[in-house]
């Protein structure tokens, strides 16, 4: 039934259709015993207006149904765990098995955050020690663990600085930010009231002095910077520029998503950052991409660490415990405490790469990255041709003569098995292809890389007609992205 | 790319066509090729008066999001509607069908600090460098 024909009807892998295809009238995955709760009439007991007239149209399925059907799905998911994932930004690095062992431990994994703290004690003593790792790491005082992820850390941040410069009696109205920031900066800034002033990347493709001493102001909440920044370089002027931030009043933010790059090696606390948002997903190898939940940590100066989101975790003379009693906070930005099943992870691989270990993840990540953009830079027009960090961002630029674009370049990639990277971002290049090789791959995959990379580039020139149809392998083939955008349909319809 | 001389533009690829005390907005064909396939499109309200170095309205393609830049202040007399159910006119037709807004001028003195023609082909030029 499932092996019909059309794209996916590939050897042993079939098309797969929707769980609300499958099964059939009155089949049930489940039985459950008597209930010792009487039955109630709904109608009685809710408004009318409230209750469905129609059985919801669930699937009728049984156990092997479901778990035919989500492992087939699992089956086609490109992931770290089966292929190279140069996606730039997102340093899509192998999460280690140790994690999810330690993770797995009952006395973490089956906690109930409703337990008495006195029962809790080491996962409290956890949280309080990765607070200090991560304070440690970057050069700052103090960390709250709460936020779900990046953009929350920046949000919280945010509320942060705003907190702290209403009691100095002006919160202020702009925050500067580079345009080689994360898409989400500007959007942080918008949910906490502020107006975003763009300050325009030096042609060196890092931010200069001149530019920020000119746009600050009284009026200047914060200078919102991410260090090394998408393009994949370092911000050499960093502790000049929060000098000249600071000597207005203003605060600088770091965004840490790039902070692989550079732990271990240079601390952003000592180049004058007020507050630094951790991806625990990206640097701190916990799961990524759907495989989540994220966590965005943050980090502060002393001068902030009043405001910091409730609760922190704090030690007692002999106990730890979440400290409420701090009126200035932020309050939560989070339910309970955090994801903390990501917080055991990050833990566990700090404690396993120790201090050593974390300074060569950033000489690893720095060394891949500029392998791939010396050998690369042959086929592919290099926006910044100096070294780079973490990452480097190619262009289509070469391609373009033939017709071919960043798009074309990204799907034909897939037919050599590999995930495409960071397509048309950041913003001030255009085409942009933005790769970023992490620290954990070896040098025979990334010569296999290259070495797809290379054919493709030639096939730009000997056969574009190829590029632009592909990908041709994968099982499913050209999707049609502009129809879906214009056209979206967000209800599934059952057929017939 | 194709620029006429008969309109006025802005660094922020928006084109303006004059008549009388009115103009009509839209953006350039350079800014249709860089954004690719538009998706979606939001434009402001009649009757709102707007001002020079606004954004009055936002393009969407499947490779980003671009706010548009009001050229010249005034009040909208009128939107063009039909972008909103198919913008893909934007991408076929960016100085014809593709207008975007007819504004009111409330400070013609503006007019002066728009791009001519060549100014622009000029920085299209050194953008694409």
Redesign the interface.
Known sequence: MTAREGPGKRGMIFAEPTIFERGAPGREGFSLAQSEVPLHDPAKEIDASLLRSEAALLPEVSELDVLRHFTRLSQWNYSIDTGFYPLGSCTMKYNPRVNEEVARMSGWAKLHPHQPQSTLQGALELMYLLQKFLAQISGMDAASLQPAAGAQGEFAGLLMIRAYLQDQGNARTKVLIPDSAHGTNPASCAACGYEVVTLKSGAQGILTPEVVAQAMDEEVAALMITNPNTLGLFETHMAEIAKIVHDKGGLVYCDGANLNAIVGKARVGDMGVDVLHFNLHKTFTTPHGGGGPGAGPVAVKKILEPYLPNPVVMRREDSFAFDFDRPKSVGRVKAFYGNFGMFVRAYTYIREMGAVGLREVAERAVLNANYLRKKLEKFFHLAYPQTCMHECVFSDKKQSAYGIKT?NIAKRMMDYGYHPPT???P?IV?GAMMMEPTETESLQTLDRFIWSMEQIAKECETSPETVKAAPHVPKVRRLD??KA??EPKYIYKAKG | MNCPKDLKYTSEHEWVSLDGNTALVGITDYAQDQLGDIVFVELPEEEETIDQGDTFGVVESTKSVSDLYVPLSGKILETNDPLLDNPGILNEDPYGDGWMIKVELSNPDEIKELLEAEAYEQLIKEEGA
């Open positions: 798009l397509i048309y971002f913003l255009a992205e502009v955008a214009r």
